[in-house]
């Protein structure tokens, strides 16, 4: 969330349970952000079961963007699922890594 922060996003960090596989929730700039983070290592990706799980849990509010976040990567069919949906944006790992690098150079 901390990342985010320092872009101007204001959050809110989800409890642990029953969090509907949201992490955290975000505003700015009139638009609501929907951000789920997946901690994996380097030989697991993300599926696009889990993409469309994710999908579902943010699609029925308005005026929202889902953004998926992990420190690998995504699968093929995770990607052509998501590529799909305008309102779903995947971030991997070295993407994530190039944002905090902007960070520090702004």
């Known amino acids: 969330a901390e990342v985010f922060q320092r872009y101007g996003y204001q959050t809110k960090v989800t409890d642990y349970s029953g969090d509907h596989g949201i992490d955290i929730w975000m505003n700015r700039d009139g638009y609501?952000?929907?951000?789920q983070v997946k901690r994996y290592g380097?030989?697991?990706?993300?599926?696009?079961?889990?993409?469309?799980?994710?999908?579902?849990?943010?699609v029925d509010y308005e005026n929202t963007?889902?953004?998926?976040v992990t420190t690998n990567t995504f699968t093929k069919h995770a990607r052509r699922w998501a590529a799909q949906r305008p309102r779903l944006h995947l971030i991997?790992?070295?993407?994530?890594?190039?944002?905090?690098?902007?960070?520090?150079?702004?």
């Open 32 to 35: 609501n952000y929907a951000v």
């Open 42 to 58: 380097k030989k697991t990706f993300v599926s696009e079961k889990e993409i469309r799980d994710f999908y579902g849990s943010f």
């Open 65 to 68: 963007v889902g953004w998926f």
């Open 92 to 106: 991997s790992g070295k993407e994530f890594i190039d944002i905090v690098v902007g960070i520090d150079q702004v």
